[in-house]
């Protein structure tokens, strides 16, 4: 007999319910509190304003003690008032005199059998004294004072109210409150539970879309945009991120096709030959001409490789290393060094004496593959000018200009990828050299450009962010 998985069958709450029970927690707390300074401030207002009425009818007797007349007893005098004064309603007095005797007005029995109100009566109070008195069913508080007469105590008078009604009202109002609070405390839970439940259920769309794109569905989205809040802007980046994903892994793969369709000419080449020296006599010519195709084979799968893996590698965040950089002085570096590559008439124009932070070794290299480029398209004796020219305070435009045959506009967005070689003078070319510029334009945040040159051929500049301010303008070398 198997035992049952406790773990499987035990009911989990969500996210939804746990945070709504929590915050049902902190409502019923802060209500109750609530509730209570309510009940207390209530009740202590009702006392105070009970007490403040009762105060007012020992007032009302001490006056009228002090102006009866001198030769009616204090005894008579109380009798009469009591039996005379009308009293609000749920209030009674009571006068104890020193010889013992308790009166009291109308629905005091009792009040006046109770021990507090005897004791009070017994021992005359010298001050005025208020307490809660129990008398039967019904709850009293008594204001007690004494009667001064002929400057000494004579008894004491307490006035007393009924609680019934205050009680009462003091039962309404925490009944309303009560009801109040669980009507509150029930819409703030359901209120937050459906927030919460819509909240939750556009992060369980990201989760869900997430675990599509981990499972190779690369065009799932989210396509919440029309929301400003936190979690649309989440959705957003999101968004965003997976575009940029699907956009790696799609250069990735045809990066990765073009490779294979790359390598597997030279390769083939170079298997053919050595099977061909394999089956043939052995002859020292034929193996030197074969292991020099070989090597010039290898030689050229190396150079491809290397070019590939600066291209992987433009797509990574450290793929450049900015330093200042004067131009003037790289430009005229870099233009001594292409006049070794061909026999054509070099010329570099006035370079604007500029500072910029780039990577100075990918620049470099960037720029002799279009000063390369120029030299396959061009003739011995053609122009082949290195032109820098300033933006108007953002931008900086590194060109090569050639007087060779140029590229049509047509063919112009497509030299920009790679392997793509559409009408190349020459066929030794890998077709990454203008791939591998852009990369290198566009990690500096620049671009690049083909257009017509003022020499007759074709015009690729590079347009890179000036991070300095421009010096005056240099003597023109050429």
Same mark, same amino acid.
């Given at each position: 007999m198997t035992t049952p998985d406790v773990g499987?069958?035990?009911?989990?709450?969500?996210?939804?319910?746990?945070?709504?029970?929590?915050?049902?927690?902190?409502?019923?707390?802060?209500?109750?509190?609530?509730?209570?300074?309510?009940?207390?401030?209530?009740?202590?207002?009702?006392?105070?304003?009970?007490?403040?009425?009762?105060?007012?009818?020992?007032?009302?007797?001490?006056?009228?003690?002090?102006?009866?007349?001198?030769?009616q007893p204090i005894a008579?005098?109380?009798?009469?008032?009591?039996?005379?004064?009308?009293?609000?309603?749920?209030?009674?007095?009571?006068?104890?005199?020193d010889d013992g005797t308790l009166i009291g007005s109308a629905g005091t029995e009792s009040l006046l059998r109770s021990s507090v109100v005897r004791g009070l009566a017994s021992t005359t109070p010298t001050?005025?004294?208020?307490?809660?008195?129990?008398?039967?069913?019904?709850?009293?508080?008594?204001?007690?004072?004494?009667?001064?007469?002929? +400057? !000494?105590? =004579?008894?004491?008078?307490? &006035?007393? /109210? %009924?609680?019934?009604? @205050?009680?009462?009202?003091?039962? #309404?109002?925490?009944?309303?409150?009560?009801?109040?609070?669980?009507?509150?405390?029930?819409?703030?839970?359901?209120?937050?539970?459906?927030?919460?439940?819509?909240?939750?259920?556009?992060?369980?769309?990201?989760t869900v879309t997430a675990a599509d794109l981990g499972s190779g569905a690369l065009d799932r989205r989210l396509r919440d945009t029309d929301r400003t809040d936190e979690v +649309? !802007?989440? =959705?957003?980046?999101?968004? &965003?991120? /997976? %575009?940029?994903?699907? @956009?790696?892994?799609?250069?990735? #793969?045809?990066?990765l096709s073009d490779v294979s369709h790359q390598l597997r000419t030279p390769l083939t080449v170079a298997q053919g030959h050595l099977e061909v020296l394999k089956r043939s006599p052995y002859d020292a010519q034929d193996v030197d001409e074969t292991v020099a195709l070989v090597l010039d084979e290898i030689d050229h799968m190396k150079a491809l490789v290397e070019r590939l893996l600066m291209l992987g590698r433009a797509m990574e965040p450290d793929f450049l290393s900015t330093e200042p950089v004067d131009l003037r002085s790289f430009c005229a570096d870099l233009f001594e060094s292409a006049q070794v590559l061909a026999d054509r008439r070099w010329l570099l124009p006035s370079v604007p004496d500029v500072v910029v932070d780039v990577d100075a070794a990918k620049l470099r290299g960037a720029l002799?593959?279009?000063?390369?480029?120029?030299?396959?398209?061009?003739?011995?004796?053609?122009?082949?000018?290195?032109?820098?020219?300033?933006?108007?305070?953002?931008?900086?435009?590194?060109?090569?200009?050639?007087?060779?045959?140029?590229?049509?506009p047509e063919r112009r967005d497509v030299v920009l990828e790679r392997f793509a070689r559409p009408g190349a003078a020459d066929t030794a070319g890998s077709g990454l050299g203008l791939a591998i510029v852009r990369a290198v334009a566009e990690a500096h945040?620049?671009?690049?450009?083909?257009?017509?040159?003022?020499?007759?051929?074709?015009?690729?500049?590079l347009r890179l962010p000036v991070t300095a301010d421009a010096l005056p303008e240099p003597t023109c070398v050429s």
């Open positions: 499987s069958t035990r009911h989990h709450w969500g996210t939804a319910a746990r945070l709504t029970t929590f915050l049902a927690l902190v409502l019923a707390v802060v209500l109750g509190l609530a509730l209570l300074g309510l009940l207390r401030a209530f009740g202590s207002q009702t006392d105070a304003s009970t007490t403040r009425s009762l105060v007012a009818e020992l007032k009302a007797f001490a006056v009228a003690a002090a102006q009866r007349p001198p030769s008579t005098f109380s009798d009469e008032y009591l039996r005379t004064r009308v009293l609000p309603d749920g209030e009674t007095l009571a006068v104890g005199l001050t005025g004294k208020r307490v809660h008195v129990t008398a039967g069913a019904r709850h009293y508080l008594v204001v007690a004072a004494p009667i001064i007469s002929g +400057g !000494r105590p =004579a008894g004491m008078v307490a &006035a007393a /109210a %009924d609680l019934a009604q @205050a009680n009462r009202d003091l039962g #309404r109002v925490r009944a309303l409150a009560i009801g109040e609070g669980v009507i509150a405390l029930l819409a703030g839970c359901a209120g937050a539970y459906l927030l919460l439940r819509r909240l939750l259920r556009r992060i369980g769309r990201i +649309g !802007r989440l =959705a957003t980046t999101f968004d &965003a991120m /997976a %575009d940029q994903l699907s @956009a790696v892994m799609a250069t990735q #793969r045809r990066l002799l593959n279009l000063l390369d480029n120029a030299v396959r398209a061009t003739c011995d004796g053609d122009v082949i000018a290195l032109v820098v020219s300033a933006g108007p305070g953002s931008e900086v435009e590194l060109a090569v200009e050639d007087s060779g045959p140029g590229i049509p945040g620049g671009s690049v450009v083909i257009e017509d040159s003022s020499y007759g051929g074709c015009r690729v500049a």
